[in-house]
């Protein structure tokens, strides 16, 4: 058992930095929103819902829902500031229907959020009842923003290339679900198992496709993309995702 134990906390501290690793990669994205004082035709919903997708996380993660899931917060909790901290530099830099979009987004997930905590301290008694219903509503979530990875996948089909689907993100992706995949089966947790599950399945398929497409993309027009690269979200997802590339980062499961 404490071999178990340990090999679990292991695997989830080096998910724990993966994880991390999406969570900025959309950092020059923003970066460049910094330097150009405008958001542009940047889109903000993807980060926006993985404020809630975090938020969902951290209270599963939290011992009166979730015993011993203390990795799960931390990732999350971290992934959460992260996304609240693009959303700042998004509404700085972005005109005034831009910003109402955002606000009204958050409050629905924020009214959202608390129905569910309500709903799971005041009429669910036990962690096994309260781990059952928060956690198939961050399986949703999580399932929901696998649309993203989709749209990108089919683009990289039709067109037989692979320039928007960058190869070190599709690898990343499939070590986040891979790794949180072997966390949730070291002691068996439904709840991580199916959206890491999927989200390793997901990397898996994009791995593919790249090394099947590779050799067919044409790289000659990749400094005409560079600019608009810098002006939209690396997703088309999530991501938006896709092109973004952000959002399937962001899709981290955990």
């Not at 930095?17 to 929103?33: A, D, E, K, M, R």
């Not at 951290?58 to 999350?76: E, R």
């Not at 689907?165 to 990343?172: I, Q, R, V």
């Not at 990749?222 to 088309?236: A, G, V």
Request: charged share 15%.
């Amino acid at each position: 058992m404490g071999s178990a134990e340990t090999a679990r906390n292991v695997v989830g501290i080096v998910g724990n930095v993966i994880s991390l690793f999406l969570f900025l990669s959309p950092l020059p994205t923003f970066y460049n929103i910094w330097k150009a004082k405008s958001v542009q035709s940047f889109k903000p919903d993807p980060y926006v819902a993985t404020v809630l997708n975090c938020a969902m996380w951290v209270f599963y993660g939290m011992p009166f829902v979730h015993p011993d899931s203390i990795l799960v917060v931390t990732i999350n909790g971290a992934g959460l500031i992260i996304e609240l901290f693009y959303l700042a530099i998004f509404f700085i830099y972005s005109d005034w229907p831009k910003r109402r979009k955002v606000i009204i987004f958050l409050l629905v997930e924020l009214v959202f959020f608390a129905v569910i905590v309500l709903v799971t301290l005041m009429f669910l008694h036990g962690t096994k009842s309260r781990s059952m219903l928060v956690g198939l509503v961050c399986i949703v979530f999580n399932i929901l923003m696998y649309a993203s990875p989709l749209t990108v996948m089919k683009q990289v089909i039709k067109t037989k290339s692979v320039k928007f689907m960058p190869f070190y993100l599709s690898l990343a992706n499939f070590a986040n679900g891979l790794n949180w995949l072997t966390y949730a089966l070291i002691k068996i947790d439904p709840y991580l198992l199916v959206p890491n599950g999927l989200g390793a399945l997901s990397g898996l398929v994009q791995l593919i496709l790249y090394a099947t497409y590779y050799r067919t993309t044409n790289w000659d027009d990749d400094n005409d993309n560079i600019t608009q690269s810098k002006t939209q979200p690396e997703t088309t997802t999530h991501n938006d995702n896709i092109p973004k590339s952000e959002i399937q980062l962001q899709k981290h499961d955990v």
